[in-house]
């Protein structure tokens, strides 16, 4: 008898935060789990364990997405190991680690628009109709233009609206193949670098934002609604997906 194939998933950065709790979430929905890591293989084969202990497969690929040959070698493997691509999950960024701006001040661009780009053209060939894209953000992000920024998150924001505008561009190429594309978006995560980072510039901003809001998203939450997301076929292209409070608060 044969046996059934399961859904695939590839999840840049997936070995931390909002990635790895996205690989538990949908391992537990029975995907395949592929993910990237940057530099820190122990810590995704930490991830790769507790998602094969589902009873799924996963494949490990270290990967700078803002390398074209990492991007190459990456889906050299990825079609080694699997036939097709069900769901790719957008989650790699960057934009405040000081060593990369201090040689490449527009890093910020390249990791979170054109690295983007780059990573979906090579799934494109492994994707069928019915799969789907999700590009992961933050309510700053999204809101680009709209609301007030923090200094030193700016160049963060700006490249990532940059990002989700470039993949909404072509929702239509998208639309012809039968894929879809969904945009997550949430505030401060706990449990993610990002509001330590912040906390260096903008001291107390993880209390105000907890104050304004009750509660911060977790990273267990936020990859739950993710996993949501990809199973929910309801959801037409270009939905937004909120995670956690209405986007309406970066405005108070």
Same mark, same amino acid.
């Given at each position: 008898?044969?046996?059934?194939?399961?859904?695939?998933?590839?999840?840049?950065?997936?070995?931390?935060?909002?990635?790895?709790?996205?690989?538990?979430?949908?391992?537990?929905?029975?995907?395949?789990?592929? @993910?990237?890591?940057?530099?820190?293989?122990?810590?995704?084969?930490?991830?790769?364990?507790?998602?094969?202990?589902?009873?799924? &497969?996963?494949?490990?690929?270290?990967?700078?997405?803002?390398?074209?040959?990492?991007?190459?070698?990456?889906?050299?493997?990825?079609?080694?190991?699997? !036939?097709?691509?069900? @769901?790719?999950?957008?989650?790699?960024?960057?934009?405040?680690?000081?060593?990369?701006?201090?040689?490449?001040?527009?890093?910020?661009?390249?990791?979170?628009?054109?690295?983007?780009? +780059?990573? /979906?053209?090579?799934?494109?060939?492994?994707?069928?109709?019915?799969?789907?894209?999700? *590009?992961?953000?933050? #309510?700053?992000? #999204? @809101?680009?233009? +709209?609301?007030? +920024?923090?200094?030193?998150?700016?160049?963060? !924001?700006?490249?990532?609206?940059?990002?989700?505008?470039? /993949?909404?561009?072509?929702? %239509?190429?998208?639309?012809?193949?039968?894929? &879809? /594309?969904?945009? $997550?978006?949430?505030?401060?995560?706990?449990?993610?670098?990002?509001?330590?980072?912040?906390?260096?510039?903008?001291?107390?901003?993880?209390?105000?934002?907890?104050?304004?809001? %009750?509660?911060?998203?977790?990273?267990?939450? *936020?990859?739950?609604?993710?996993?949501?997301?990809?199973?929910?076929?309801? @959801?037409?292209?270009? +939905?937004?997906?909120? $995670?956690?409070?209405?986007?309406?608060?970066?405005?108070?």
């Amino acid at each position: 008898m044969t046996e059934t194939r399961r859904p695939t998933v590839l999840i840049t950065g997936g070995s931390r935060g909002i990635g790895a709790a996205t690989a538990r979430a949908l391992a537990h929905q029975g995907y395949d789990v592929a @993910l990237t890591y940057h530099n820190k293989r122990a810590r995704a084969e930490e991830v790769a364990d507790e998602v094969r202990r589902t009873g799924v &497969r996963t494949l490990v690929v270290a990967c700078d997405i803002t390398r074209p040959d990492d991007v190459a070698s990456l889906y050299a493997e990825l079609q080694a190991w699997a !036939a097709r691509l069900d @769901l790719l999950v957008l989650n790699a960024s960057g934009g405040l680690e000081r060593e990369r701006l201090a040689t490449d001040p527009d890093y910020p661009m390249r990791i979170n628009r054109d690295a983007q780009r +780059q990573v /979906l053209d090579g799934a494109l060939s492994l994707m069928a109709t019915g799969s789907s894209v999700i *590009f992961v953000t933050s #309510h700053w992000a #999204h @809101l680009y233009g +709209q609301v007030s +920024q923090l200094p030193v998150y700016e160049p963060i !924001a700006a490249s990532k609206h940059a990002g989700e505008a470039m /993949l909404r561009a072509r929702i %239509g190429e998208l639309a012809l193949a039968g894929i &879809r /594309l969904l945009v $997550v978006t949430g505030d401060l995560v706990e449990g993610t670098i990002t509001p330590r980072l912040l906390e260096r510039a903008a001291p107390g901003l993880t209390a105000q934002r907890r104050e304004t809001l %009750g509660k911060l998203p977790t990273t267990e939450e *936020f990859g739950q609604a993710i996993a949501t997301a990809a199973l929910d076929s309801s @959801l037409p292209s270009g +939905q937004v997906v909120v $995670v956690g409070t209405n986007v309406e608060s970066m405005s108070e």
